[in-house]
Nanobody, 120 residues
Framework: EVQLQASGGGLVQPGSSLTLSCTAS??????????MGWFRQVPGKERELVAD????????NYAETVEGRFTIGRDAAKHALYLEMNRLRPEDTGVYYC???????????WGQGTLVTVSS
């Protein structure tokens, strides 16, 4: 079973940058069998998609609120997913979860979440 470990969150000032990482492990794991994404959740609200990337890495989609500031990327050799966040705003604050979806079974896997706080 796929296990995801997210890291990289922290407290930063508005306008700063931060990069989140998510490392996958477990069993006979083929990285390109998964589409991937990052979600954000704040208290009292549903988890929302921030960015996702196709199984091939060729197609990325972003929430309108982060378009042009965030970049999702992946490294198949390292079994890692990244989210580079630039020009951070207070409204970017939340717990960020990495997510993998198996393209053949639609099984979903979630990381444990990493907290990003943007505040002056």
């Amino acid at each position: 079973e796929v296990q995801l470990q997210a890291s990289g969150g922290g407290l930063v000032q508005p306008g700063s940058s931060l990069t989140l990482s998510c490392t996958a492990s477990g069993g006979d794991f083929t990285f390109t069998d998964y589409s991937m994404g990052w979600f954000r959740q704040v208290p009292g609200k549903e988890r929302e998609l921030v960015a996702d990337i196709s199984w091939s890495g060729g197609i990325a989609n972003y929430a309108e609120t982060v378009e042009g500031r965030f970049t999702i990327g992946r490294d198949a050799a390292k079994h890692a997913l990244y989210l580079e966040m630039n020009r951070l705003r207070p409204e970017d604050t939340g717990v960020y979860y990495c997510h993998f979806r198996a393209i053949y079974t639609d099984d979903d896997y979630w990381g444990q979440g990493t907290l990003v706080t943007v505040s002056s």
